[in-house]
């Protein structure tokens, strides 16, 4: 056995041993830290993700909670993963990605990934929500580098669908008849913290990329890689537009993405309904 699947294995059984509910979920949420949205939700059990062996080694933000969650509206019961696990805080690739395959091993088969994003394409507007159906990886880095353990996913894993297209169609349907505005988005994945220059920020929209982040990436090509379907959206709190580029005070990013937030609220429990 690896010591990647030894380590997963570990987290799982301690997850399995804290969980209040008897039945094997299949859908898991993945989110930046305490979105408003979340309040939609009754949360059955918390545990902190500092409380879940093995522990990471040289990262300084290991901040979250997994949250056994149930949607009465949606009638489904599944878990969030409050807070994401970020290449900036000092975690290795293979750390980021840890909480994805663990979720393999708890029986998950699909994930949603929520992230904060800026965004690059002139036509977008900050306080929107953007549905992503395919990203670039501009991180220099990416969790599958080393050792493959073939009991996770095939070494060279196929990423020509990495957004489930069919789930995609889907999702777009039922947006679209709700009348619900959305901008379909290629996400470009950077390693942050920093915010970004002028320059890149014209670069970045040149490869084609309508939206930017720091999290997203990563836990997409685990996911891939463990045959998770995998659907992904951004709040979207920053204009990234190289000839208006601005700095924005934090108090602004927070109402733009609150504003996202309370948009998509609207929407989410029927997304997860639509999950079987």
Known sequence: M?????????????????????????????TYRNPSFLKSFDHVKKIKYSEIPPKFDGAVDAEGELIFAESKKAEKKFIILNGHINFFGGF???????????????GIKRIMIIDEVGHLNP???????????DHINF????????ENDDTLGTRFPDMSDPYDAKWFGDIENYLREKKF??????????????????AECRFYRE?????????????????????IDCAAFGMISRELVA????EISKEDQLKN????????AAVLEDLISMIR
């Open 243 to 246: 000839d208006r580029l601005v």
């Open 181 to 198: 505005r959305y901008f379909p988005s290629v996400y470009i994945g950077v390693t942050g913290p920093e915010t970004e220059t002028e």
């Open 2 to 30: 690896t010591e990647q699947k030894r380590r997963i294995l570990e987290s799982a059984a301690y997850i399995k041993a804290q969980s209040p509910f008897s039945v094997k979920q299949s859908f898991a949420l993945i």
């Open 207 to 227: 490869t084609g990329s309508d939206v930017l982040g720091y999290s997203l990436v990563p836990e997409n090509i685990a996911a891939v890689h463990a045959k």
């Open 123 to 133: 036509r977008f507007e900050v306080g929107g929500v953007a549905a992503i159906y």
């Open 257 to 264: 993405r609150l504003k996202a937030e309370k948009a998509f």
């Open 139 to 146: 991180m220099g880095d990416n969790p599958l580098i080393g």
């Open 92 to 106: 290795r690739m293979r750390d980021v990605a840890h909480p994805i395959y663990v979720l393999k091993e708890l």
